[in-house]
């Protein structure tokens, strides 16, 4: 059973009434996780939704979603009264704030968690080491998940993303427990995407100072074929490793979209984001270890399911 939980800004809680429909929506990082819930309402009941500030949803005792509120909405008509609220993962607290421009002689995770993170209230689970990076830069205009996102996933190797329970979780992907779908997996529905626009075989990293170049290639979709290259010009006098750094990290991106498979399973949270799915269906398609890039389970009219993206699992990230 579906239990939603509204805490408003001074600390109260409102627990909402039946759930009727949800939508709950999970990627690995941008764009943030969302949520939409509709409840049975009784018109005249006290009016104290406008001061809710954050979100809980459980799915029989568990949770499954943590958030902001961005919307409240509620009304009658013939067929009777209903509320709906709609908002977004706990990632929304870092985009929604302009980060202060610095300049950090050397900047540690610390320093980010503790200035870009800390001030709103949310926890973070570390399960990396991350190098210290000296000369680290925040830009005027950039927002606050801009600034973690930069320092973990371009110097770190690490995406940063948020899990159902509102924690900043700074650590590799699991690689142990996978989920399998056989050939007596409920799948109603399955679609293989290999796409080539977009995905970049080769970057040339230029300081703009020296004219150095830095090449840096992805050699297997060379080998396949891959001929799309970019040109990226760094500030002056960059370092080496920050020009490795942001070729690498150029092609990784562009990389995401090269296979995608997207799947529907008749049962809501089958999977998470991250998580490992192992592929072995009668249809012998795309057969293989995939690893989920975004989760939607939904509740309406036709039943509760579950829509999985998947990617090759070094393609996440």
């Not at 005792?61 to 009264?81: A, L």
Request: hydrophobic share 40%.
């Amino acid at each position: 059973m579906m239990q939603g939980v509204l805490t408003c800004w001074d600390g109260r809680r409102i627990i909402l009434p039946d759930v009727v429909r949800w939508k709950f929506q999970y990627g690995c990082g941008t764009p943030c996780d969302s949520f939409q819930l509709t409840c049975l309402w009784e018109p005249g009941e006290a009016d104290v939704l406008a001061e809710a500030v954050s979100f809980t949803a459980s799915q029989d005792g568990e949770t499954v979603f943590t958030g902001v509120v961005d919307e409240c909405e509620r009304g009658w008509d013939s067929s009777g009264g209903t509320l709906t609220v709609a908002g977004r993962g706990m990632a929304a607290r870092l985009l929604d704030n302009e980060a202060l421009g610095a300049d950090y002689q050397v900047a540690t995770l610390e320093d980010i968690l503790r200035d870009h993170v800390a001030p709103y209230g949310i926890p973070a689970s570390v399960g990396a080491e991350l190098p210290a990076v000296p000369n680290f830069s925040v830009s005027t205009g950039s927002s606050e998940w801009q600034v973690v996102y930069e320092f973990c996933r371009y110097y770190g190797g690490i995406a940063p993303r948020f899990d159902r329970y509102g924690r900043l979780v700074i650590a590799p992907w699991p690689d142990g427990e996978r989920r399998v779908l056989g050939p007596d997996a409920a799948v109603t529905r399955l679609t293989l995407r290999d796409q080539r626009y977009g995905v970049l075989s080769q970057v040339l990293v230029r300081d703009r100072t020296s004219e150095e170049v830095q090449t840096v290639a992805d050699g297997d979709f060379l080998r396949r074929g891959g001929r799309s290259r970019r040109v990226l010009t760094m500030p002056g006098k960059s370092s080496y490793q920050a020009m490795r750094y942001s070729g690498e990290y150029q092609l990784a991106r562009a990389r995401e979209a090269l296979r995608t498979l997207e799947l529907e399973l008749p049962a809501a949270f089958a999977a998470w984001p991250g998580e490992l799915v192992e592929l072995n269906l009668t249809q012998n398609v795309g057969t293989g270890l995939w690893r989920v890039r975004e989760s939607v389970s939904a509740l309406e009219e036709r039943g509760s399911y579950t829509r999985l993206t998947l990617a090759p699992p070094d393609a996440v990230g």
